[in-house]
């Protein structure tokens, strides 16, 4: 079959549409796998909340809302920023309500790097970031997270040795996707220096804030010295509450940064969802409680899934926050991680990821294997049942 010149894809799309997950969710599909690698939660969000959007569906609140979200959420989420980590917000012109956090994130990399600019990121990295970066005509600099028994270490040197000239953002992620690695303040201290002495934009990725495990905090880099006026802070509704197919997410920053996002998604969205704002306004102001109950199923899902895989052979990284955690099969007789994942799916009839997806090559990463565990605990008793059975 011939393809017209006129549908294929430019340069800046090139490749973005296929990509190992697709591979994964096919083979679960096939096999009847459990799928751990994507990462979405079975049990909705609180009840209340969703009983809310469903009467702002039957009560009139479904014309288009403003571009910037509508008032009532974009209040909540000042409230919550300045109750958790005493930044402040003008409800008017330092906060957009976006299509989830990923909206937030391409927008801002496509409203502030011009063709030519360098991103630092982490490696490895959220997929949707590197891809940002191509339709931006930007190029990421990577920097590694080193993946040790310890967890993953940040270098301060690798940061410092891969700033340029050219480098105009950090785009940062904590919790971190797909480690599981949680920022410290002094990591954060260092790369807010960083930012400050290289004259950054910071873009950071929050959409784990409430789900951070064993008594461990998260903490805002916009409120460290320097950086409330270069600090973009994105979020979202989906994994704090649960709630991922709602893709309400927004950004928050001085008035400079949150009008490039405006304006990047004034002509590809122009407005988010409007029933569902309200709702989400009701999330932040009141059911902040609710996340504790997500939190214990995550730690005791991870807990659980973890004893299993420990017992398998592999080492598993500590999962501080967020969704996944990390397992290293260089301990097993399949101690490639692409290899370890097909063979899991057809023997065990579990789907996890390798984590090499997420990174620029697969060294350092080359023997990791990411696992969602955010699934319900029926969901994952089951899937140890069968890692028990077969690994
Ligand atoms: C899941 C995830 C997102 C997606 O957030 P949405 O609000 O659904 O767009 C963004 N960033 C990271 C790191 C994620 O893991």
Redesign the pocket.
Known sequence: MSTAPASRPTRRAAGLGTSVFAEMTELAVRTGAINLGQ?FPEDDGPREVLAAAQHALAHGSNQYPPLNGTRPLREAIVRQRLRRHGTRYDPETGVVVT?????A?TAAVLGLCAAGDEVLVFDPA?D?YPAAAQLAGARCRRVPLRPGPQGFGYDPDALRAAVTPACRMLLL?TP??PTGKVFTTDELADIAEVCVRHDLVAVV?E??EYLVHDGRRHHALAAFEGMADRTLTVS????SYSL?GW???WACGPADLVTAVRAVKQYTTYATAAPLQDAVALALDRYEPWTAGLRAVLRSNRDALADCLRAAGTTVLPAEG??FLQADVAGTDTPDALEYCRALALRARVVAIPTQVFAQRPDPYGSLVRFAFCKSPRTIAEAVARLEGHV
């Open positions: 990462g299509s989830g956090a990923t909206e994130v959220y949707s992620n971190h996707n990725d959409v784990y979202s509704a989906g994994k991922t893709k309400v997410g967020g969704y």
